[in-house]
């Protein structure tokens, strides 16, 4: 199933063009009208400050960058979070204005979930190994719960552990 789709805006009218699978990045249902305030609504507001100054830069006639950004967005009609990963350009006319910006955006969610969960298994299998090696010379039953309770507790941030 296709998880992306293209996207196209007129600078100089501030229209924006959002096919269904993008309008579904956005929490956005088909039939709805989507508009450039819905776009930074929308935006994370952990990650709205970086892709809205990529976004700028991608337009700016003396950066002309390549908008590539990866974001969350927070849906409009259900709230949900996802992940987005777009990329695009701006359209310069003879001038030197950008008339259009052009681009495509890819559902990332799955793939962040994945690299979320494979992290915290990481995560856990490297405390389970600090235990382990930390651990190994004692014989004390105590001594092993004293360790690894100071251990946990620097794992998860605990000023107080026992």
Known sequence: RCRGGLWDVDVATNTLYWPARVKAMFGISPEADATLDDFVACLHPADAPAVLR???AAQDPAIRTVYDVEYRTVGKEDGVVRWVAAKGRGIFDEDGRCIRAIGTAIDITE????ETLQNATQRRLDLLNRIEHATRPLVDALDVMQVTAR??????GATRCA
Do not use: S, V
């Open 54 to 56: 990529a976004f700028a």
């Open 111 to 114: 793939r962040k979930q994945a």
């Open 151 to 156: 251990l946990l507790g620097e794992h998860l």
